[in-house]
């Protein structure tokens, strides 16, 4: 068999199988980056629970048939519960409550890309969340292992990376090398590129990229991406 032969068979077998380290993803949040990501980590082979407060809404059943790839919907609680992943697809404000909502989260990688931001007079932008939200999520579920990602790009660079023009570089700041490692492949299934910029303090720094994201379009700011080259 030549190369271009013995490769095809290794794809057709990777699609038939699935990746070796299939997780199930709870999505907890149906809008915007939920409905932005959850399709992404479904076809890359991992079973996607979307978590919702309604999740026989026609809106959802509707994310779950355009999802595919075996998703189903059932309610937040639940969704975490059977899950290994939970992406936290929220407001800021709900978010406490939600988490604390959620059971025991011991052991299972959070994912934060959560902007929590307080917008002020003359178009100000500020941080709404002391030391960071990230360092806040773990706090709140201390056995679980918090990962910031996907806070510093819109939802249409989630959808399609392509659109860019150029790579987009996804900032992760965690405690759990294991735990950013399995957040970088999602990264890469959604054609971004990882980069793991230290512990979960450093969310602080990543937020405030977050912040100066958002407050470049909301004060009608040229808008940029993040493309960050290690060296």
């Known amino acids: 068999m030549t190369k271009r032969g ?13 990746p070796a380290n299939a997780d199930t993803i709870a999505v907890i949040g149906t809008g915007g980056v939920g409905s932005a990501l959850g399709p992404h980590f ?10 919702s407060r ?3 809404t026609s809106e959802v059943q509707a994310l779950v048939k355009e999802t595919g790839h075996g998703a189903t919907a059932t309610t937040q609680a639940t969704a975490a519960k059977n899950a290994d992943i939970i992406l936290l697809a929220l407001p800021w404000a709900p978010t406490k409550a939600i988490v604390e909502g959620l059971g025991d989260l011991d052991g299972k990688i959070i994912i934060d890309p959560i902007n929590a931001l307080a917008f002020g007079p003359e178009k100000s932008v500020g941080l709404a969340a002391t ?3 990230a360092e806040l999520i773990q706090a709140w579920a201390p056995g679980a292992h918090v990962i910031k990602a996907f806070n510093t790009l819109t939802r249409a660079f989630m959808v399609d990376s392509t659109a860019a023009g150029g790579p987009i570089t996804i900032p992760l700041a965690g405690n759990n090398a294991e735990a950013k490692a399995r957040v970088a492949a999602l990264v890469e299934a959604v054609g971004l590129v990882p980069l793991d910029v230290g512990l979960l303090d450093h969310a602080r720094a990543v937020e405030a990229m977050g912040q100066l994201y958002v407050a ?10 993040f493309q960050l080259r290690p060296r």
């Open 216 to 225: 470049q379009g909301y004060q009608g700011r040229t808008r940029y991406e």
């Open 54 to 56: 309604s999740p026989e």
């Open 6 to 18: 013995i490769g095809f068979a290794i794809v057709c077998t990777f699609l038939m199988l699935g």
């Open 131 to 133: 030391p960071s939200a």
């Open 42 to 51: 479904a076809a890359a082979g991992h079973t996607v629970v979307y978590g």
